[in-house]
């Protein structure tokens, strides 16, 4: 079985969790509670993600969100207070790799092109119809129009998890939760974090 170095940074409360369970899980809660007024806006955007990313790696019962990792120490976030990193080896069969530049066209309600060309075209398509800004056609407003072109822009969405690249800058790996037994180190804020993590081998 082929295991994957991750990173993640995550709250220091996540250890009652994990001791009490043996797993850590996001919950749509924390989620809210950390994006503050921005919550509605990510908390969608997040179960959009959901339902593309459990196609390819089924979701647990009880899990809400993924938990966004790295598989290259050098692009973790470091611990800061309050908050610490679990530096994990996962089985690569429970992990979902997506290219985190993609991300912001789903982020955004954009359109994520194959290519330049294809960019160019949908755009041609936009001027067509007289659509100048992509964002406006998911307001409610515009509920029952230009529905053809809001299901390409969401079917082109599965480009994320195109990977074109294996810049660790740009591959981003979610999995839907930590298990105890996947847990090789925990840093917590002013320790020497690659001193620690000089023993795990980043492979992806």
């Not at 409360?13 to 994006?35: C, D």
């Not at 207070?81 to 997506?98: S, T």
């Not at 129009?145 to 979610?174: C, H, V």
Request: hydrophobic content about 35%.
């Amino acid at each position: 079985m082929q295991t994957i170095a991750l990173y993640t940074r995550q709250n220091e409360k996540s250890l009652q969790e994990l001791k009490r369970t043996g797993v850590v899980r996001n919950k749509e809660i924390y989620v809210r509670l950390h994006m503050g007024v921005d919550a509605d806006h990510f908390s969608e955007r997040y179960r959009c993600f959901v339902q593309m990313a459990e196609k390819f790696v089924p979701r647990p019962k009880g899990v809400d969100y993924p938990i966004w990792c790295t598989a290259s120490k050098n692009y973790c976030k470091r611990p800061i207070q309050g908050e610490l990193i679990y530096c994990l080896k996962v089985p690569r069969e429970d992990i979902i790799f997506f290219d985190s530049l993609k991300w912001d066209y789903v982020l955004n309600y954009q359109y994520c092109p194959k290519n330049e060309a294809d960019a160019r075209a949908f755009n041609k398509k936009l001027e067509a119809l007289g659509i100048q800004n992509i964002v406006n056609l998911f307001q409610r407003k515009y509920d029952g129009m230009y529905d053809e072109i809001k299901q390409e822009i969401k079917d082109s969405w599965q480009r994320i998890f195109d990977l074109e690249t294996q810049d660790p800058g740009i591959i981003e790996a979610n999995i839907w939760q930590i298990k105890k037994e996947w847990i090789q180190h925990i840093v917590y804020p002013g320790e020497p974090f690659f001193e620690i993590v000089k023993d795990i081998e980043d492979i992806y």
